[in-house]
């Protein structure tokens, strides 16, 4: 099943990735992947970044983008932690973890759900510029990146 959470409160990876693993001695790899709020987009200057979601939609869409990983893998466990709320560069806001008994079936389970995250989770950006707010818009490129996964 896998470890899904939606929370405003920063997150330790180390210890999120050791609770992940948990003393299981099947798991011969462990990849993972943490976003960070750029200080810049779009060659603007970015000061703060606020996250929203639609609570449990967001949620079951992460959970499903999971499920959908460990159908196309053999992943042991997955985690995905999100953050919401106002955020400064720097702040983590995203944490994506997936074991297995072999690294190439984690790498590519890890970097599926990122892919996915970004572009079937529901989250909205909006960034502080100093030309004021903006909300951001999706990415071409994020649709690239999933679009590899199909067929």
């Given at each position: 099943?896998?470890?899904v959470r939606v929370q405003e409160a920063d997150f330790d990876v180390g210890r999120e990735l050791e609770v992940?693993?948990?003393g299981r001695t099947d798991v011969g790899a462990l990849a993972s992947f943490v976003g960070l709020v750029r200080g810049a987009n779009d060659g603007?200057?970015?000061s703060s970044?606020?996250?929203e979601h639609?609570?449990?939609m967001t949620e079951k869409a992460l959970d499903d983008i999971c499920r959908e990983a460990a159908s196309r893998w053999n992943?042991?466990?997955t985690l995905v932690i999100h953050r919401v709320g106002p955020l400064k560069p720097g702040d983590r806001i995203v944490l994506v973890g997936?074991?297995?008994a072999h690294r190439g079936e984690s790498?590519?389970?890890c970097e599926f759900i990122m892919d996915f995250l970004k572009t079937r989770a529901p989250f909205w950006k909006k960034e502080s510029t100093p030309e004021g707010e903006r909300w951001v818009d999706a990415r071409a490129s994020d649709d690239v990146a999933a679009n590899r996964w199909k067929g």
């Open positions: 099943m896998p470890i992940l693993t948990g603007r200057g970015v970044m606020t996250l639609y609570p449990g992943v042991l466990e997936v074991t297995s790498f590519a389970a």
